[in-house]
T-cell receptor, first 111, second 111 residues
Framework: GESVGLHLPTLSVQEGDNSIINCAYSNSASDYFIWYKQESGKGPQFIIDIRSNMDKRQGQRVTVLLNKTVKHLSLQIAATQPGDSAVYFCAENIIGQNFVFGPGTRLSVLP | DTAVSQTPKYLVTQMGNDKSIKCEQNLGHDTMYWYKQDSKKFLKIMFSYNNKELIINETVPNRFSPKSPDKAHLNLHINSLELGDSAVYFC??????????FGPGTRLLVL
């Protein structure tokens, strides 16, 4: 079975609100995590990553939080825009092994 | 200037046929991958390959075989196509242990 999962398969938010997408992982040895965005008809696109020696990392309008104690990863999107509508995947990696992807969360931005 | 490209974008074929999907990357990465994405958007790795090692997901039928003519290309050949092979296939590339860059996907429909 896969070791990465998501609590919410779908998430609807109002335009301008903040979005939080969650991800649970089960392998405590994972040391590198990535969030990907997949728009309709396209391949997954890198958004932001974080290594296990950090608990927070910020990008442009996005923040990733890592809680190793409870093996939880989240993606926060500030001021959600219509262009943020997509499926979001978390992925975990152990050095020398392949990435394992979670099942994805669909984010719908409401006008 | 496309980083990872795949052809064809769409592939419709009859059950029992043999088909190939091509992938090329111009990022100079050493490692390339093939993923299968099912109708529920679940991403599953099929193969990872660099110039030294091929790692096969043990759940992948041996009807699927990767072929790499050079470091920039990793093609996917599928023998005796089955209905259950219908999916979107993504090629990706990366430096070892770093984020993967995905191609636009090939939508395969087996009739």
């Amino acid at each position: 079975g896969e070791s990465v999962g998501l609590h919410l398969p779908t998430l609807s938010v109002q335009e301008g609100d903040n979005s939080i997408i969650n991800c649970a992982y089960s392998n405590s040895a994972s040391d590198y995590f990535i969030w990907y965005k997949q728009e309709s008809g396209k391949g997954p696109q890198f958004i932001i990553d974080i290594r296990s020696n950090m608990d927070k990392r910020q990008g442009q309008r996005v923040t990733v939080l890592l809680n190793k104690t409870v093996k939880h990863l989240s993606l926060q999107i500030a001021a959600t825009q219509p262009g943020d509508s997509a499926v979001y995947f978390c992925a975990e990696n152990i050095i020398g092994q392949n990435f394992v992807f979670g099942p994805g969360t669909r984010l719908s931005v409401l006008p | 200037d496309t980083a990872v490209s795949q052809t064809p974008k769409y592939l419709v074929t009859q059950m029992g046929n043999d088909k190939s999907i091509k992938c090329e990357q111009n990022l100079g990465h050493d490692t390339m991958y093939w993923y299968k994405q099912d109708s529920k958007k679940f991403l599953k790795i099929m193969f990872s390959y660099n110039n030294k090692e091929l790692i096969i997901n043990e759940t992948v039928p041996n009807r699927f075989s990767p072929k790499s003519p050079d470091k920039a290309h990793l093609n996917l050949h599928i023998n005796s196509l089955e209905l259950g092979d219908s999916a979107v296939y993504f090629c990706a590339s990366s430096r070892p242990g770093e984020t993967q860059y995905f191609g636009p996907g090939t939508r395969l429909l087996v009739l």
